[in-house]
């Protein structure tokens, strides 16, 4: 199959669009990008987590050795109580355990990282490039307008993030608003009076009025992404976008109950009020479960958000872009000519949704662990919940057989 994918077109230069890039290049398989942003964009600027899956992906892209210089390395995510003291651990995530740790940074600074590599790669990346829709499709190829010109590719792949417009030609499913929102910033983590010099900062502090979710962003730990989530009312397009710039609201929403807090907690909101022009919006969503990820030929396939929009709580959204960036490569790569390319991309949904569908029962429970005290004794504990996560049980997150899978498929139908 790699030998008739003459070139694969790709929609969207963000992390999966990248890795994806990287992926088929590595194989040999001609690819270019199309970005609808200007090359000197700026992401959201706040950081991701690459827990040992993603970190194993970017680790065979050739890439983990530059970024996890750039990055916080966690073992342990703390559970505090209310006063700050360690109430419970969120497993150990280790070398010894998984073959990596956590890694947290900007993840501005992983797309700068991923930008270096593509342009050692050469492949292609045009820049303030549109797509607009797909004008034909046949058993061998796509044909499609970009910028208002037509352009042609064997595989057309859509890693357009939420919001895709590549999406609509493979489904009519959109993304279902979850009923939660998150407000979040930074803070200066020398800032905030902590109990001890030793307190994990990487931690949860679960007090009566809900949870502050904290993350360092950067090596050294001095700069802290702090978090709050709440149940919020839906809101169309552009009243989220309303929301996101009145920074007034944003801190009214992230300090709301502040006399119900205890001291440490109140200590950080009231660093994240003299921040507040900086803080964030993130509403949650999801996506219904797909029947497939691709078009009838096989030819139109969806990436990352644009296909399993995973809420932040979760901490896997760029894990499962990689995920999905690397095990299409795999497969593509595989593949013999005289294999269906529809049947075996079906096979890779199928494996794919598998993972997905675990990560959301597992978010489901973290979200539960986040509400206001008397909500999580209403709603009590679910499978996957922090207090059902043994090591053995996080293998399945963290160390995928995907690829085995895809081997094994490979063979039965050679």
């Known amino acids: 199959m790699a030998g008739v994918l003459e070139d694969v077109a790709i929609i969207g230069a963000g992390v999966g669009g990248a890795a994806m890039a990287i992926a088929l290049h590595q194989r040999s398989i001609p690819c270019r990008i199309y970005e609808t942003r200007s090359e000197d964009a700026q992401a959201v600027g706040s950081g991701v987590t690459l827990g040992p899956n993603g970190c194993r992906v970017l680790d065979k892209l050739g890439l983990l050795k530059q970024v996890a210089l750039r990055c916080f390395r966690s073992e342990v995510h703390e559970l505090k109580d209310a006063e700050g003291n360690t109430s419970g651990n969120s497993n150990p995530v280790t070398e010894q355990l998984y073959g990596y740790k956590n890694h947290r940074l900007y993840r501005q600074v992983l797309i700068d990282e991923m930008k270096v590599k593509l342009k050692e790669c ?141 001291p440490l907690a109140r200590s950080i909101l009231d660093q994240m009020g003299i921040e507040r022009n900086g803080l964030l919006l993130w509403s949650y969503h999801c996506m219904p479960k797909l029947a497939r990820r691709c078009s009838p030929t096989g030819r139109i396939i969806i990436i990352g958000d644009a296909a399993h929009v995973i809420p932040p709580s979760s901490g896997q959204g760029v894990n499962q872009a990689f995920e999905d960036s690397h095990t299409l490569a795999v497969l593509l790569s595989s593949l013999a000519p005289k294999m269906d390319l529809s049947e075996a991309l079906d096979f890779w949904h199928g494996s794919r949704q598998a993972r997905i569908d675990g990560i959301m029962r597992m978010t489901d429970a973290i979200n539960k662990k986040r509400l206001p005290v008397g909500q999580r004794s209403v709603c009590g504990e679910t499978d996957g919940g922090h207090d059902q996560l043994s090591v053995d049980a996080m293998k399945w997150l963290f160390v995928p057989t995907t690829e085995d899978d895809i081997a094994a498929w490979i063979s039965s139908h050679a």
């Open 122 to 262: 050469e492949v292609p990346v045009e820049y303030d490039a549109r797509f607009e829709k797909v004008v034909d499709e046949t058993d061998g190829s796509v044909t499609f307008l970009i910028n208002g010109r037509l352009e042609r590719a064997t595989l057309l792949i859509g890693s357009d993030g939420i919001n895709s417009a590549v999406r609509k030609h493979v489904t009519s499913e959109l993304p279902e608003y979850m009923g939660l929102a998150s407000v979040y910033g930074h803070v200066l983590t020398d800032k905030v009076p902590w109990p001890s010099r030793s307190f994990n900062k990487n931690s949860t502090i679960q007090d009566s009025p809900g949870a502050l979710f904290m993350a360092p962003e950067v090596p050294d730990g001095s700069e802290l992404m702090v978090g709050r989530q709440f149940a919020h009312p839906p809101l169309d397009r552009a009243n989220w976008e309303a929301l996101a710039n009145d920074k007034d609201k944003l801190c009214a929403l992230i300090c709301k109950d502040y006399d119900k807090w205890h």
